[in-house]
């Protein structure tokens, strides 16, 4: 390592295994085939529009709308409250209490019509009748069409051993020392960065690394259901170059492998990008 680099190491390893096409290996030839980045790219494009969408979606919930107090308090365990919490309930206090009496002043009155309206002994007779045939219709169509593995269910059950352990450990233990504000801006500000890097392709790399360590968490959290398991699929994906089809990644990377391989630190501990005489 101290002649060579780690570097050298990881381009022989390259050559052995991924870059022999005549199969002398003892895995043949099964990882030698390659697949032009140009194939994936609009898998890539998607993949960072999801994630710049899962954030703009989160501002549009009031993620960043601190007055209203926390929006992501459901990710921690019962009784645990987030650092500034009580200060943001104070604030947002009077702001929504005139809105809230006048909206169930609004809905008592609404109650009082729709009571008095449905009144009638035809109506209840209508109602259990539409009752019978909605539960004779859905008890049907759940042994005729009833799903083998329902997808959309999370991978790990929020109140499960899994999810709790994280919960507690991790959530409770520390994000819940970090003012909630801090915490949903951070959220929000890693998704939609790691949206437009992974769409531009600019470090894509990196972009990728970052999208699996989030689905890591949500999943470890109980909020990833198995059909959002694409998400980590399609970044180890982007992960093999993709960003240089059409992608920043064009110019950037060759930019920053110069500069770091000019550094002293590179030059000290071998660990240069690529051949340093490139």
Request: proline share 2%; glycine share 10%; with cysteine.
């Given at each position: 390592l101290n002649i060579a680099g780690v570097?050298?190491?990881?381009?022989?390893?390259?050559?052995?295994?991924?870059?022999?096409?005549?199969?002398?290996?003892?895995?043949?030839?099964?990882?030698?085939?390659?697949?032009?980045?140009?194939?994936?790219?609009?898998l890539r494009m998607w993949l960072g529009l999801m994630w710049v969408m899962e954030g703009v979606n989160k501002i549009g919930e009031g993620w960043l709308k601190f007055s209203l107090g926390s929006k992501s308090g459901w990710m921690f365990s019962a009784g645990v409250?987030?650092?500034?919490?009580?200060?943001?309930?104070?604030?947002?206090?009077?702001?929504?209490?005139?809105?809230?009496t006048a909206a169930a002043s609004g809905a008592v009155e609404a109650a009082a019509e729709a009571v008095t309206a449905a009144s009638g002994e035809w109506a209840a007779d209508a109602a259990t009748a539409a009752s019978g045939a909605a539960e004779a219709v859905a008890e049907g169509a759940g042994k005729a069409l009833g799903k083998v593995w329902d997808l959309t269910k999370p991978i790990f059950d929020f109140n499960g051993p899994v999810s709790t352990w994280?919960?507690?450990?991790f959530m409770d233990g520390m994000f819940a020392h970090l003012?909630?504000?801090?915490?949903?801006?951070?959220?929000?500000?890693m998704e939609i960065l790691i949206g437009l890097a992974l769409?531009?392709?600019c470090f894509t790399w990196l972009a990728a690394v970052a999208s699996i360590?989030?689905?890591i968490v949500f999943t470890l959290s109980g909020m990833f259901a198995w059909d959002q398991l694409w998400f980590v699929f399609a970044a180890i994906l982007c992960m093999g170059g993709l960003?240089?089809?059409?992608?920043?990644?064009?110019?950037?990377?060759?930019f920053f492998?110069?500069?770091?391989?000019?550094?002293?630190?590179?030059?000290?501990?071998?660990?240069y990008a690529d051949d340093p005489t490139k």
């Open positions: 570097n050298q190491v990881w381009e022989y390893l390259k050559h052995e295994f991924l870059d022999m096409t005549t199969g002398r290996t003892f895995i043949g030839g099964f990882v030698s085939h390659k697949v032009r980045a140009y194939w994936p790219l609009l409250v987030q650092k500034g919490i009580a200060d943001a309930a104070s604030a947002a206090s009077g702001e929504w209490a005139a809105d809230a994280f919960r507690t450990t003012h909630f504000a801090v915490f949903q801006t951070m959220i929000v500000v769409f531009g392709g360590g989030m689905c960003g240089r089809a059409f992608g920043l990644d064009y110019w950037v990377v060759p492998k110069r500069w770091w391989n000019g550094t002293k630190f590179a030059r000290k501990t071998y660990l």
